[in-house]
C-alpha cells in the first residue's frame, strides 16, 4: 500500500534539541511548503522507503492528544498549519534531551489514489549556513523549498521517526496505522514516541505474534513434501528467532531462508494469519522450542538435535527411492545406554 504513497499537502516545523527548561518553542512554520514535482518525489522515496520498517499500532486511549488532533484535522474543524503546530509543540515537549534536532514533517496523503492517509515524521536536520525560515508571497514564514533541497533532502539524509495512519471507516473510531524509528536501536521505537507522542500501543502483544509466526511458519514447512526442504527450512526458522534482530517479517524470511519457487505460496499462505507489517520480536512464549530442532518419525522415533549438526552436515535429511526419509547421521558414537517410555506408535 505505502508504495503508491503521494504527498498532497506538506508543513514543516522545526524542533530544537531538547533543553533541560519547561517552555522550548519550535521554529514553527505559518504557512504550508509549496512542492514541486521533484521535491515531492523525493520526499514521497524517503517516506515509503522508512515505511517498509513500519510496524502496527492502534491508538490506546489517554496516552496523547495527537488521534484527538488528527480526527479533528480530518472532520475540517482544524487546518492543517493548525493541527500541526500544535504537533510540533507535543513532540517539542514530550522528546527527552538526548534527541537531536530536526524538522517535523506533517503530510496529508493518499495511497492508491483515493485512500487518505496522516503522516508525521521527524527529519534529519543538516547543519549548513544557508539554514533559515523564508517570507512566502502572501508574507509568512516557511522553510523555503531551497532549504529543503539543499539542506534536509541530500542523498545522505535520514527519516528518524515516522507515525503513518490511515483514516478509518469509522470517523470516530481508533487510530490505526505504522510506527516507524531508525533512531533506536535495532528494530526497536522510542517508547515516548509511540506512546507519548502517538498516543499509541502495539496492535497485538509482540510475545503472542512471535508465538502465531513461528506456528504458522512451521505449520506450512510440515506441508511440504520434501523431508530435505522441511528439516533445512526448520533449522532456518529457528535461526530466524534465535537471530539478534528485534523483529520478524513474512517477506524478510521468505527471501532470507526460501528456494524461490516456495517463496510466493509461502507468502499468500502466512499472509492469510500474520500482520504485512514487521512484527516485534518477543520470545517469551517460544524460548523452550527453539533451541532443538526435532522430528518425528511414522514408526515413533523421535530425533531431537540443534541446528548445528544440521547445517554443518553432521545430520542429514534425504528422500529413497521409495519416497521414505532417510536421517543420516554422521559422527561418532559417545555412549549407549536406557531411556523411558517413548511416544507409542499411533495405530
Known amino acids: 500500500m505505502v508504495s503508491s504513497l503521494r504527498i498532497d499537502k506538506l508543513i514543516l516545523h522545526g524542533i530544537k534539541k531538547a533543553s533541560r527548561q519547561e517552555d522550548v518553542e519550535p521554529d514553527l512554520s505559518q504557512a504550508e511548503s509549496e512542492l514541486s514535482e521533484a521535491i515531492r518525489a523525493f520526499l514521497q522515496q524517503q517516506v515509503r522507503g522508512s515505511l517498509k520498517y513500519g510496524r502496527e499500532i492502534v491508538e490506546e486511549p489517554g496516552l496523547s492528544d495527537l488521534p484527538t488532533q488528527v480526527r479533528a484535522y480530518w472532520a475540517g474543524q482544524e487546518t492543517l498549519l493548525e493541527c500541526s503546530t500544535l504537533l510540533a509543540r507535543n513532540l517539542q515537549r514530550n522528546q527527552p534531551a538526548v534527541s537531536p534536532e530536526g524538522l517535523l514533517m506533517v503530510a496529508d496523503a493518499t495511497v492508491d489514489n483515493k485512500q487518505r492517509v496522516f503522516v508525521v515524521a521527524k527529519l534529519e536536520h543538516e547543519k549548513g549556513a544557508q539554514a533559515k525560515r523564508e517570507e512566502n508571497a502572501q508574507g509568512k514564514l516557511i522553510f523555503s523549498m531551497q532549504f529543503l533541497d539543499d539542506l534536509i533532502f541530500t542523498t545522505g539524509s535520514r527519516v528518524y521517526k515516522i507515525g503513518f495512519f490511515p483514516v478509518p471507516d469509522d470517523p470516530a473510531g481508533p487510530l490505526a496505522g505504522l510506527v516507524v524509528d531508525r533512531q533506536a536501536q535495532g528494530h526497536n521505537v522510542a517508547r515516548y514516541f509511540r506512546e507519548s507522542y502517538l498516543g499509541c500501543a502495539w496492535k497485538e502483544r509482540p510475545e503472542l505474534v512471535t508465538e502465531r509466526f513461528m506456528d504458522t511458519v512451521q505449520k506450512w514447512i510440515n506441508s511440504l513434501e520434501e523431508p530435505e526442504k522441511r528439516a533445512r527450512y526448520t533449522v532456518d526458522l529457528i535461526s530466524e528467532l534465535q537471530s539478534p534482530d528485534t523483529g520478524l517479517s513474512i517477506s524478510s524470511f521468505a ?43 511414522a514408526s ?15 545430520l542429514t535429511v534425504e528422500s529413497d527411492q521409495g519416497g521414505k526419509s532417510v536421517i543420516t547421521i554422521h559422527d ?16
Open 300 to 314: 515413533g522415533i523421535v530425533v531431537i538435535a540443534p541446528p548445528e549438526p544440521m547445517r554443518d552436515g553432521t
Open 332 to 347: 561418532q558414537i559417545s555412549g549407549t545406554g536406557g531411556s523411558g517410555p517413548m511416544r507409542k506408535k499411533s495405530s
Open 255 to 297: 527471501s532470507a531462508h526460501l528456494d524461490v519457487a516456495d517463496r510466493d505460496p509461502f507468502e499468500r499462505a502466512a499472509r492469510e494469519v500474520l500482520p504485512s507489517a514487521e512484527i516485534p520480536k518477543d520470545l517469551t512464549l517460544v524460548q523452550s522450542r527453539i533451541n532443538n530442532v526435532r522430528m518425528d518419525t
